[in-house]
């Protein structure tokens, strides 16, 4: 079975400042993961996928993730925050199989300061 | 993706007493699934829900206490049955996409007194 490892509960940061939200997965098959976002009272959304191909994701707002094999892990960053990025974020993995099912990390909440 | 809404988007409801959860979606998926987030926690899976059969249920979810309905291939409910306080939660559905990833509706904010 597949598992990810989310290392931080919380980042505060203060805006324009680059950050990292950590991300490890320990898998001995083909990987998939994912990062969702969750902003205050809303549902997920999907932030960035990898599922093959180039080792770096990138989404709409300037996140970007990198699969790391020989590190198993799969860390989210932005180079410039903004207060509006302030939530919760979830990495993900699928456990295989038939059924699709999403193993959730813990979530690490990012506050993002004037 | 697809447009997935719930209803309702909050409730308040009274210890021993069951809430049912809708989740419709803007077009055809083969699967469901059901979540539930506990105030300050990560999203636990409840059951799987495919159409025309029984839902399946996760370590720790019984279809007693969490019944499911899937009448067809854009429609799931959710009751949440003899509730008490500890059953306070959002509770999100999610449907399949086409590479493992699955996309959410905006959840059912359940408070139980």
């Known amino acids: 079975a597949q598992s990810v490892t989310q290392l931080d509960s919380q980042v505060p940061v203060f805006e324009e400042a680059p950050v990292e939200l950590r991300c490890n997965y320990s898998?001995?098959?083909?990987?998939?993961l994912f990062w969702y976002v969750q902003y205050p009272n809303q549902g997920l959304q999907l932030l960035l996928k990898?599922?093959?191909?180039?080792?770096l994701v990138e989404s709409i707002n300037g996140f970007e993730a990198e699969f790391n094999k020989s590190q198993t892990s799969f860390h989210l960053r932005k180079p410039s925050v903004h207060i509006s990025d302030t939530a919760e974020y979830f990495c993900?993995?699928?456990?295989?199989?038939?059924?699709?099912?999403?193993?959730f990390g813990k979530g690490t909440l990012l506050t993002v300061n004037p | 993706s697809a447009v997935i809404s719930q209803k309702p988007s909050r409730d308040i409801c009274q210890r021993g007493t069951s809430l049912t959860i809708q989740c419709q979606v803007d077009s055809q998926v083969t699967m469901m699934f059901w979540y539930r987030q506990q105030p300050g926690q990560s999203l636990t899976l409840i059951a799987t829900a495919n159409q025309g059969s029984e839902a399946t249920y996760e370590s720790g979810f019984v279809i007693d206490k969490f019944p499911i309905s899937r009448p067809n291939l854009t429609f799931s409910t959710l009751t949440v049955s003899n509730m008490s306080p500890e059953d306070s939660s959002i509770y999100l559905c999610s449907v399949a996409g086409t590479g493992y990833e699955q996309y959410f509706g905006p959840g059912t904010r359940l408070t139980v007194t």
């Open positions: 898998s001995s098959v083909s990987v998939y």
């Open positions: 993900a993995d699928p456990s295989g199989g038939s059924n699709y099912k999403l193993t």
């Open positions: 990898y599922l093959s191909g180039s080792t």
